[in-house]
C-alpha cells in the first residue's frame, strides 16, 4: 500500500515538474535519466588506456599487449595507487553534469553514476575490501550540506556490496580551492592535508581500498590521499572517479 501510495505521488509530482535531463534540460522519463543529447555530449573512456593511471591513449598502432602498456608519466614515475579509473573525459557535458551533483543538489544523478563507476571499476572490485571516499574539510561540507564523493561511495556499497568507510579518511586542514590552480600548485595546496582518523587504523592494515572522488584533474588530491592510507598500513589503493581531465588542460 505504502509503496502504491509512493508511485501515484511521483506520477503527480512528474507530471506538474516534468523531470528534465540535467545537459539538456529537455523532458526525460524519469529523475536522474539523460536525453539522447546529453549522452551524445559525454566521451566515455574505453581501452586502450595506461593500464596505471587509466588516461586514455590516442594512437597505439603496432603494440601488441595494449592491456600492459603505461604511459610515459607512469613509467618515468609510478604513482602510489594501483591503479586509477574513470568513466568519462572532463568536458563541457559531463562538467555541467558533476557542477549540477556537487554543487546544485542533483543527487538524483547518483544512480546513473554509479553505474558508470561499476563499469569503469569491474576489472579490480573484486579485490576491494573498504570503500573510502576523498573527504572535505568540515567547513566546507558545512556550507556544500553533504559530500558529493560520499553519496557516491554509499550508491557503489548499495550495487557492490562493499562496505564504506566514510569517516576513515579526514581532511586535516582547510585547502583553497582547486580550481584555477596549475598542476604544481595544486600539489602544493593539499600536501600533508590529509590523516587516517585514529579510530579507524586498525581495520586498514594488509587491506585494498577503493578511494572514490568526482574528477581527477591533477591527481594531486589522490596522491595525497593515496600517502595517508599507505602510512596506515592499507595494502593497495585503487581510485574510481566520475571522470578525469586530460593533462595540459589545467
Known amino acids: 500500500m505504502q509503496n502504491k501510495a509512493k508511485a501515484v505521488l511521483v506520477k503527480t509530482l512528474d507530471a506538474l515538474l516534468p523531470p528534465r535531463c540535467a545537459v539538456s534540460g529537455e523532458v526525460i522519463e524519469a529523475q ?13 573512456i574505453a581501452d586502450p588506456y595506461c593500464r596505471i593511471c587509466g588516461i586514455p591513449f590516442d ?4 603494440v ?3 592491456g600492459a602498456m603505461m604511459c610515459m608519466s607512469c613509467m618515468d614515475k609510478p604513482p602510489l595507487f594501483r591503479a586509477a579509473r574513470a568513466s568519462v573525459m572532463y568536458n563541457d557535458t559531463s562538467r555541467d553534469l558533476i557542477l549540477g551533483f556537487k554543487h546544485g543538489d542533483k543527487a538524483e544523478l547518483v544512480p546513473v553514476f554509479v553505474q558508470w563507476l561499476m563499469r569503469s571499476g569491474t576489472e579490480f572490485l573484486g579485490e576491494i575490501d573498504y570503500i573510502i571516499p576523498v573527504p572535505l574539510h568540515y567547513l566546507r561540507l558545512v556550507k556544500r550540506r553533504y559530500n558529493q564523493a560520499a553519496l557516491l561511495a554509499h ?36 600536501k600533508g592535508a590529509f590523516a587516517v582518523d585514529d579510530k579507524h587504523k586498525d581495520m586498514l592494515p594488509k587491506k585494498n581500498v577503493l578511494l572514490i572522488d568526482d574528477v581527477y584533474t591533477s591527481g594531486a588530491t589522490i596522491k595525497e590521499c593515496t600517502k595517508a ?13 566520475l571522470a578525469r581531465v586530460a593533462r595540459g588542460d589545467f
Do not use: C
Open 64 to 66: 601488441e599487449d595494449q
Open 155 to 190: 550508491g557503489l556499497t548499495k550495487e557492490a556490496g562493499i562496505k564504506t568507510l566514510p569517516l576513515t579518511l579526514k581532511r586535516v586542514r582547510s585547502t583553497a580551492s582547486q580550481g584555477h590552480l596549475s598542476g604544481k600548485e595544486r600539489h602544493d595546496n593539499v
Open 229 to 241: 592510507l599507505k602510512k596506515a598500513g592499507v595494502n593497495g589503493v585503487y581510485v574510481l572517479t
Open 32 to 44: 536522474g535519466m539523460l536525453s539522447a543529447r546529453g549522452w551524445a555530449g559525454l566521451e566515455f
Open 59 to 62: 594512437y597505439t598502432d603496432g
